[in-house]
């Protein structure tokens, strides 16, 4: 029942920034206060069951980042929920990969596994 839209990639050189955003569009009756929310990315060469959290926000406020981003990376929320973002700095080619925003719950009347379409961030050297 949600639907996600990420967007904001795009291509810089070493060193660049770039702030991606999920929007998420959810019925009234779905809370999502109890959701887990996290930024993830599929590297040009792996499949889709080689992607990898990148950094996420849980249900609680509390966040996580994969260690070579940390630092590097922030991950944020409006106080609505609907919005998340990645702000992305000092990118470096390894970065390269397709972002997806997915949602995830355990409970409520909205529980469920849910993706964005995915934005293309591509570093060059």
């Known amino acids: 029942q949600l639907r996600l839209a990420d967007s904001g990639g795009g291509s810089v050189e070493t060193g660049g920034d770039l702030l991606l955003s999920c929007t998420v569009s959810a019925p009234r009756y779905c809370d999502l206060t109890i959701f887990d929310f996290t930024w993830n990315r599929q590297a040009p060469d792996k499949g889709r069951e080689g992607r990898e959290l990148?950094?996420?926000?849980?249900?609680?406020?509390?966040?996580r980042y994969l260690d070579s981003v940390k630092g590097r990376f922030t991950i944020s929320q409006d106080t609505s929920r609907h919005t998340f973002y990645l702000q992305m700095n000092g990118l470096r080619p390894n970065d390269t990969a397709t972002y997806y925003c997915?949602?995830?719950?355990?409970?409520?009347?909205?529980?469920?596994?849910?993706w964005g379409q995915g934005t293309q961030v591509t570093v060059s050297s």
């Open positions: 990148v950094a996420g926000i849980r249900a609680d406020g509390s966040s």
């Open positions: 997915r949602a995830t719950s355990q409970g409520g009347h909205c529980f469920g596994n849910y």
